[in-house]
């Protein structure tokens, strides 16, 4: 794990660390919720055992961990700083279910027992194939019978295209001594050749675009998912045969809706049925149609019973949250407008099916109980004309809500959050996110999305420890803008007046807390 001409003693994340993010792929109540949908006994999140190798600073293990305080989560990584940085957050968090590592996770053997969920993001594509092994070792070994390892990986077709990005950017830097020196040219690389190549042609489209995420993206970013010295992509197919050799077999996609042929133009679609292949094969040719460049693949013991027809009532337990967002609701002819995760709109013209996808737009990315959402809409949908037998709504929704699952328009967690916000007067933001906001750093929320704050949201998250009242928050807000920790605006204007930047926050005040409730970044509010 060290980019070329670094010092081989020196771990590269040690030189320049990778941002600690969270990521909602890996969060175990959604893949729980996977295993049981194709038939895999997961284990309850609340309860369960979760490793993650290369965990970096323990960002993910530790937004997981707070949210399931009687699981237990043990994160390994080589980079100590990294773990030393994730070690002062377990003090921050006060959090005493998580245990970090500094260790290269390849020696590891059986002895650190067995999980429910083994999670390895970021890792598989950059490791020599000695570790590559160990991974599918430690993911086979040290799993739980009904256990589920994750492995993200690049891979192809996608990856190939970028792969002579990569080939460029080393052969351009591979005199540079230091990573930031190599980064930089790498990226002044792609500009030249992007503002070079006209974009009439193809090649010049495809630069920009990339150009485009080079600028958004961090330098750590840059510096290991292009120029580390290891960068395998792989097929899916191949992957899978790798898996098999160590007894493991697919389970699924992180991201369901990929595995539906369905989703594609109405005529690949079809030619794709016409050939009856087997899911893998199905899947490793929608991988060449979407030009797929990452992959987060499941894996499960060989042999495990899997269903690959799903019962649409088996959602009445979980959790659930949103990613549509209303545009317009249906109203008497007019169908209602969604907003999707891609910025795509959806017309819906059926009024039972609009009612339900409104639900799921109006909590957001909050988790709610599929029961709660049954007992809100029955009563609704039982007045709706088109419903004969009021009886059948449970099972109704939840078919909606499974189609809209296998749509991306929400996702299913097997169990959530231990406490959810009461309403009181003491509220409680989640502790990492607590943590992370007095860093500036970016909030992990309830379902591992990684938020960037504003300056008033995450100093109200700093404030929301669950011992300030409303009062004390208030104040504390208004400290912080008389110490110019940040501006608050009204008509484009600082406001000064020390009565109207109370009464400004005042009016913020619920509206900012509902919010924080709604983007899933509160669990509790003290009594
Ligand atoms: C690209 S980062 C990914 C970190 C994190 N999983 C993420 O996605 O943000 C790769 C991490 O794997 C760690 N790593 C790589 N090989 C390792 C090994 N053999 N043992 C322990 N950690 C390793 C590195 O130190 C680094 O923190």
Known sequence: MNTPETNPEENAYDVLPYPAYSFPATHIGRLGAIGQLFGLETAEPAKARVLELGCGVGVNILAMAQLFPEAEFVGIDASQKQIDTG???????GLSNVRLIAADF??????????????????YSWVPDSVKEAILRIGKENLNPFGITYISYNCLPGWRMRGALRDMMLMHTAGIPDVLGK????????????????????????????LDLLTKVDDSYIAHDFLERENDALYFSDFLKSADKHG?????????????????????????????????????????????????????????NLNRNI??????????????????????????????????????????????????????RSL???????????????????VKDPS???????????????????DFYLSAPAATPSGSEKPAALPLARWQASRGDRLSTSSLDMLKADEFVAKLVTLADGNHDRGAIVAGLVEAVEKKE???NENNQPITDPDRLKAVIEGLYEGALRNLATLGLRISDAA
């Open 486 to 488: 940040f501006v608050l």
């Open 368 to 386: 709610r109980p599929v029961k709660a959402l049954i007992e809100e809409l029955v009563p609704v949908l039982s007045e709706n004309k088109k």
């Open 248 to 304: 493991l077999a697919y389970l699924g996609d992180t991201d369901p809706a990929t595995m539906v042929a369905d989703n594609l133009p109405a005529q690949a679609a079809q030619t794709l049925k016409s050939l009856n292949l087997n899911l893998i094969a199905t899947e490793q040719y929608m991988d060449f149609l979407r030009n797929r460049m990452f992959r987060s693949t499941l894996l499960c013991h060989s042999g495990s």
């Open 183 to 210: 980064v930089s040219q790498a990226k002044a690389l792609i500009k030249f050749l992007a503002e070079s190549c006209s974009d009439e042609t193809p090649y010049g489209k495809y630069l920009r675009q990339e």
């Open 311 to 364: 019962e649409p009532t088996k959602v009445q337990n979980f959790y659930f949250s949103g990613y549509i967002s209303l545009k317009q609701p249906h109203n008497g002819g007019q169908p209602a407008v969604f907003t999707t995760l891609n910025g795509a709109e959806l017309n819906v013209s059926d009024s039972i099916t609009a009612t339900v996808f409104e639900a799921i737009a109006k909590g957001g």
């Open 106 to 123: 390849s020696k590891i053997e059986e002895d650190l027992g067995k999980f429910d969920y083994i999670l390895v993001h970021g890792i």
């Open 87 to 93: 070690r002062e957050a377990i003090t921050a968090t």
């Open 392 to 410: 059948t709504l449970p099972t109704t929704i939840c078919q909606l809500l499974m189609q809209g699952y296998f749509k991306k328009m929400l």
